[in-house]
């Protein structure tokens, strides 16, 4: 009997542990709640719900061929044991699961595969997460990691992305018992707010909207994208991202894919080049994967990429940046969509990363880093570390440090704002009816006009956590000094410039994590 774990590879598509599985006979599909990732302090509501949808999709799609996801509960090191050990009404004789190489599941995974080993058990692993083979790259002889997505893009060339396969036929599994948790089953304090639909079948519909669209997938363009915008919409134009994060997040649709349909609807065609293309986004998506298991102490800022910043520790402005309370009506938009949706365009995550870090608040891009993994339906470790690091300003993939978003955003800004302040009415209701010259800046209204509008600020509505101006003249002087002591530490002058173009662009990854991505647990 051959059971393959599912874990983030939700999918039934391109899945070549499952493919595997129906080769060697009856399979038993099986997916372990682990405790590990059962913390409401560090994984939220949303993004918990939306995995859970992907997996409540994953069964119906099983149990429709006869088959069915068999839940089992624990630390996964005990649940095989007792499986091995022949303790629950099933046995194994072979296991198989999609490779993952964040930290905590690699130690998961060598337990557990020892385990195997003692009880004369196969394991078989496969790569299927990520175009490449993480590990076998970052221990060919000579590998440097890339920095830049041209450098990961001729190593994806180099390299060759696998086609994806095709569902398998799969056996009857008539197992009784062992039936899916409910989110109640959590103990979550609050229940989900998210309006992403998770699951395989959701992921792979949006793909083909996308895919099916080839003026779209030509002429995309991430830096055009609007930053005030929801999740998905019935139809596509140039200011809309594509949604595909969290289910690339989750394994419901298979990266090798959607490389794959994009190549197809670009193929013969004039179109966008990357980093702002398409193609660009899943580029960077597989540099910070790669930067992430290559890199001791990834998700702290003593790794060798980082920049030492003496960041402060202030909690009330942590707090008031999480809850979308810092006077700033745009800033605080973006993050009350985060905290109700679980999700935030990749613009807004510039905007906000910004001001939390060298724009405003001075705070480390760590605490924001942490915030994001537990609220971000698309909370991807290795990628929520190496954009928050870039948007910090501390990286060598960094746009120029002396760059700072305004929180304040007009018609030019490079956010992409839409300025009629729909937007904001909608996730500050507070402001909803205060007239749009002053909506970005409501502290300017006169009395009367806020009066008139049901919100006085200071009392309705927060006056400003910082003076803006004042905080990033500050700000770049800080973040000067940190540049120069580091310069003066290895011997050499601090450069004046900005980095290389190349660089720059890696803060447009379309894994927004940015996620959604792990402070590093998940």
């Known amino acids: ?62 149990r429709v061929l006869g088959s069915r996801l068999v839940v089992l509960r624990g630390e996964p090191e005990k649940v095989w044991q007792d499986v091995f050990q022949g303790k629950c009404s099933f046995k194994v004789s072979t296991l198989l699961f999609e490779k993952d190489t964040s930290p905590y599941s690699m130690q998961r995974d060598e337990k557990v595969t020892a385990l195997a080993g003692k009880h004369g058990v196969k394991v078989e692993t496969f790569t299927s997460h990520t175009m490449l083979d993480i590990v076998a790259t970052c221990n060919m002889p000579g590998f440097k990691a890339p920095t830049n997505n041209k450098g990961i893009e001729m190593l994806i060339g180099k390299a060759g992305v696998p086609q994806p396969l095709d569902v398998p036929q799969i056996p009857a599994c008539k197992i009784k018992g062992y039936e899916m948790f409910t989110m109640k089953e959590l103990k979550y304090p609050a229940e989900p707010t998210h309006t992403t639909k998770g699951g395989e079948r959701e ?5 083909a909207k996308v895919c099916g669209d080839t003026k779209y997938v030509c002429g995309f363009n991430k830096t055009k994208t ?36 994009v190549k197809a609807a670009i193929a013969g065609k004039a179109h966008t080049q990357a980093p702002e293309s398409f193609l660009g986004q899943i580029y960077f998506r597989e540099m910070f994967y790669i930067l992430g298991h290559s890199t001791p102490n990834f998700d702290k800022d003593t790794n060798k990429y980082c920049l030492q910043v003496p960041w402060g520790a202030d909690n009330a ?21 985060l905290n109700q949706t ?35 339906i698309d909370a ?23 760059r700072i978003y305004s929180p304040i955003p007009d018609g030019k800004s490079a956010l ?32 009367a006009v806020q009066a008139k509008a049901k919100c006085v600020v200071g009392k309705d509505y927060p006056k400003p956590v910082v003076d803006h101006a004042k905080a990033r003249n500050d700000n770049l002087a800080s973040f000067k000094a940190a540049t120069q002591a580091r310069a003066a530490a290895a011997g050499k002058e601090p450069k004046a410039k900005a ?14 994590n940015g996620p959604a991505a792990k402070k590093t647990k998940k």
């Open 1 to 62: 009997m051959a059971a393959v774990w599912f874990r983030r590879g939700v999918r039934l598509h391109d899945n070549p542990a499952l493919c595997r599985a129906c080769e060697l006979g009856n399979v038993i599909p099986v997916f372990i709640l682990d405790p590990h990732f059962v913390e409401p302090h560090r994984i939220g509501v949303n993004q918990f719900s939306f995995f859970r949808q992907a997996l409540v999709d994953l069964d119906e799609q099983l």
């Open 203 to 207: 992921g792979l519909a949006i793909l």
């Open 226 to 261: 609007s930053s005030t915008q929801e999740h998905t919409s019935p139809k596509l134009d140039a200011s809309l991202t594509t949604g595909l994060s969290p289910y690339l997040m989750s394994g419901a649709v298979s990266v090798r894919m959607v490389y794959h349909k």
């Open 317 to 337: 402005k942590l707090a008031a940046w999480q809850e979308g309370k810092t006077g700033y009506p745009y800033i605080d938009a973006l993050m009350r969509q």
């Open 342 to 376: 679980g999700w935030m365009h990749h613009l807004g995550r510039h905007a906000v990363a910004c001001f939390l870090t060298r724009g405003d608040l001075w705070q480390s891009w760590e605490a924001g880093r942490d915030y994001f993994h537990k609220q971000l």
């Open 380 to 402: 991807d470790g290795a990628l929520n570390n190496g954009n928050w690091m870039g948007l910090a300003g501390v990286a060598p993939w960094s746009a120029p440090w002396f």
């Open 416 to 447: 992409n704002v839409e300025m009629d302040g729909a937007f904001v009415r909608k996730f500050v209701p507070e402001l909803k009816d205060m007239p749009t010259q002053y909506l970005f800046k409501p502290w300017e209204a006169p009395a």
């Open 499 to 512: 980095a290389p173009k190349a660089r720059a662009g890696a803060k447009r990854a379309a894994v927004q």
